[in-house]
């Protein structure tokens, strides 16, 4: 991982938005080991755009439900568009780490959750 993406236990404080399988939100955030945590930073500075480029109905500081299938348009978008040349290596690790999470933990058809900050 690196200093934006964590799994439980490995960060402190509550600056972070959870990707969680599926779309069922019922119990507390920041809680399941089987999430992924990145810090609301990362989603601010790097993520956000990507995200709304193709979910239309992204917020960050709202939950939302994100499709395998729209992640994989994301991972296609083109960095060099929404970001400067010093900031590419650290929006391609960002989006690796979250990418790794996604195949190990998503099935095609289903997505996951952004809960937002």
Same mark, same amino acid.
């Given at each position: 991982?690196? %200093?934006?993406?964590?799994?439980?236990? @490995?960060?402190?404080?509550?600056?972070?938005?959870?990707?969680?399988?599926?779309?069922?939100?019922? !119990?507390? %955030?920041?809680?399941?080991?089987?999430?992924?945590?990145?810090? !609301?930073?990362?989603?601010?500075?790097?993520?956000?755009?990507?995200?709304?480029?193709?979910?239309?109905?992204?917020?960050?500081?709202?939950?939302?439900?994100?499709?395998?299938?729209? /992640?994989?348009?994301?991972?296609?978008?083109?960095?060099? @568009?929404?970001?400067?040349?010093? @900031?590419?290596?650290?929006?391609? %690790?960002?989006?690796?780490? =979250?990418?790794? /999470?996604?195949?190990?933990? =998503?099935?095609?058809?289903?997505?996951?959750?952004?809960?937002?900050?």
């Amino acid at each position: 991982m690196n %200093k934006y993406v964590f799994s439980l236990g @490995e960060f402190s404080g509550s600056n972070f938005l959870e990707l969680r399988k599926d779309c069922e939100i019922t !119990d507390h %955030k920041l809680t399941r080991p089987d999430s992924l945590y990145v810090m !609301d930073d990362a989603f601010y500075f790097f993520l956000e755009a990507l995200f709304c480029e193709v979910v239309e109905n992204f917020d960050m500081f709202d939950d939302t439900y994100i499709l395998k299938s729209q /992640w994989k348009n994301i991972m296609k978008l083109n960095l060099t @568009e929404f970001f400067d040349p010093n @900031e590419l290596s650290i929006v391609r %690790k960002i989006l690796s780490d =979250i990418n790794d /999470w996604v195949e190990t933990h =998503i099935d095609d058809a289903s997505g996951f959750s952004v809960i937002g900050v």
